[in-house]
């Protein structure tokens, strides 16, 4: 099993609608989570962290489940631009700055 | 602020040959910098993680004496791939942190091409 797993997509979306993708991860003593977003042949950039209480920012909200060890992405009203592949990342909670990546999930907004 | 610069973007070279990347951090002082390579559709592979003045510490399966990485200073740390093969060929990404936990800034990425 994958530390960290995602749906590959492409999920195909029009443009104002809203999509959410879901990630699953293993060790259940990780603390730390985010989600970045990374466009073709870029490096990843940090979209959001994730709160245990749960997270917005603008479109885009953010939700942790402890229990069920799951992070999930919600994008509202989707724009064009919003395409990329969008990365699930946990901490390695035996290290102090390690992170584990998603192999992603692809986004493409069509108008 | 946390500006990670990388070069060359892109490199083309023959195998065989040895290719040097550099990774700096422009604003900041990097504790630690992280070397990653990414397949196409894979994720981000961690390479190696090194601490200025010290040794790198590589992950399981990433040869040490193929991949060099040098930490010289706070804001600058090198990759050097020796004797390249087009299995080499990847997009190399540096990463550093410096300003708070599991906070890293990447660099735009090498993409070598190994001919």
């Known amino acids: 099993r994958k530390e960290v797993e995602q749906d590959p997509g492409p999920f195909n979306v029009p443009e104002g609608a809203t999509v959410a993708f879901n990630c699953t991860y293993s060790?259940?003593?990780?603390?730390?989570f985010f989600w970045y977003r990374q466009d073709c042949r870029k490096e990843p950039k940090l979209l959001m962290s994730v709160y245990s209480s749960g997270n917005e920012d603008g479109r885009f909200t953010a939700q942790l489940n402890r229990a069920s060890q799951y992070i999930s992405l919600l994008i509202r009203d989707s724009k064009l631009s919003d395409s990329a592949t969008y990365l699930c990342v946990v901490n390695a909670p035996d290290s102090n700055y390690q992170l584990i990546w998603g192999a992603g999930t692809k986004l493409i907004i069509k108008p | 602020g946390a500006v990670v610069s990388q070069h060359p973007s892109w490199v083309i070279c023959k195998s065989g040959t040895s290719v040097k990347i550099e990774c700096r951090s422009l604003?900041?002082?990097?504790?630690?910098m992280f070397w990653y390579r990414q397949f196409p559709k894979q994720s981000l592979m961690l390479m190696a993680t090194?601490?200025?003045?010290?040794?790198?510490?590589?992950e399981q399966g990433v040869e040490k004496d193929k991949f060099l990485i040098n930490h010289a200073s706070l804001t600058l740390s090198t990759l050097t791939v020796t004797s390249a093969h087009p299995e080499d060929s990847s997009f190399y990404i540096c990463?550093?942190?410096?300003?708070?936990?599991?906070?890293?800034?990447f660099g735009p990425g090498t993409r070598l091409t190994v001919t």
């Open positions: 090194s601490n200025e003045g010290s040794k790198a510490t590589y």
């Open positions: 990463s550093a942190t410096g300003l708070g936990p599991y906070e890293q800034y």
């Open positions: 060790n259940s003593a990780s603390q730390s």
């Open positions: 604003d900041f002082q990097a504790t630690t």
